[in-house]
C-alpha cells in the first residue's frame, strides 16, 4: 500500500522494481545469447517476433521483478535484466528495411548461451 | 503468453497514424479509469504484471475493436472482480443504475 504523498511521485515515475539478489549475472558486456521459444502461459516481456533469435547483451541494468511470476501471483521472484541488441535482419530477415536495430529489456530466464548453432 | 496484444512485427494493419498522437483523455471516463486503475495498484488491489497479464487475455475480436482505455477499463473490472474488491453482480447493479438516472435526466 502506497502512503497518499506518494502518490503522485509513483505516477510520475513508475513504482521502481529494482531488487537485492543473490546470485551474479550468467552474461556479461559483448556476450551473443540466444533467446529461448517457450509458449509461456503467463504474461512475459519477450516479444512474439523475438523468440529463438540471436542478440548481443548490450548493458546490464540489475535484477528487478521478475513479470512472468509477478503476474500470476507467484511473487516477485528477482531476475537479472540486460539490454539485448537484436539486429534487424536477424528479426525481419529480407523484408528488414535496411540496417538498423531493436534493443530490448530481457530478463536472464529468457536467455541461452547463444553460440549453439 | 502470445496474445493479440503481442503486435510486434505483425503485417495488414497498415501505417501508424502519428498524426493522432494527442494523449490527453477524449472523454472524462477514460481520466476515471486511469485514475482508479492507478489507485488500485497503489492501493495494492493487483500488480502492473497482473494488469497487463490480464488486459492479453481480453478476447482478441473485443481487444481489435476497443480502444486503448476500454482496454484499461476491461482488466480493471476483471481484476477488481476476481480479487473480491466487488462482485460482478454489484458491478452490474451499478451500470443498470446509472443507465436508469441517464434515461431519467433525458425524459
Known amino acids: ?117 | 503468453m502470445r496474445s493479440i496484444a503481442d503486435m510486434g512485427g505483425m503485417q495488414g494493419f497498415g501505417p501508424v497514424n502519428r498524426a493522432d498522437d494527442d494523449t490527453r483523455f477524449k472523454e472524462e471516463w477514460e481520466a476515471k479509469t486511469f485514475a482508479v486503475n492507478l489507485l488500485s495498484l497503489a492501493a495494492g488491489c493487483f500488480n502492473i504484471d497482473e494488469s497487463r497479464y490480464s488486459m492479453e487475455r481480453m478476447p482478441p475480436v473485443d481487444y481489435l475493436n476497443t480502444s486503448y482505455f476500454e482496454h484499461w477499463l476491461y482488466s480493471l473490472e476483471d481484476l477488481l472482480t476476481t480479487k473480491g474488491v466487488f462482485t460482478r453482480q454489484e458491478l452490474e447493479a451499478r451500470i443498470a443504475e446509472l443507465v436508469a438516472k441517464e434515461a431519467d435526466n433525458a425524459a
Do not use: C, Q
Request: zero cysteines; hydrophobic letters at 40%; glycine letters at 12%.
Open chain 1, 1 to 117: 500500500m502506497l502512503p497518499k504523498e506518494m502518490v503522485a511521485v509513483a505516477i510520475a515515475t513508475g513504482a521502481p522494481t529494482l531488487r537485492a539478489i543473490g546470485t551474479l549475472p550468467k552474461f556479461k558486456l559483448g556476450d551473443v545469447i540466444k533467446t529461448t521459444n517457450d509458449n509461456v502461459s503467463a504474461h512475459t516481456r519477450l516479444p512474439g517476433y523475438a523468440r529463438d533469435k540471436r542478440g548481443t547483451i548490450v548493458a546490464y541494468e540489475g535484477a528487478h521483478v521478475f513479470p512472468d511470476a509477478h503476474s500470476i501471483g507467484l511473487g516477485e521472484r528477482p531476475d537479472h535484466l540486460y539490454r539485448v541488441r537484436f539486429e534487424s535482419e536477424t528479426l525481419w530477415g529480407k523484408g528488414s528495411d535496411g540496417p538498423g536495430a531493436v534493443y530490448l529489456n530481457l530478463w536472464e530466464s529468457y536467455l541461452k548461451v547463444g553460440d549453439l548453432s
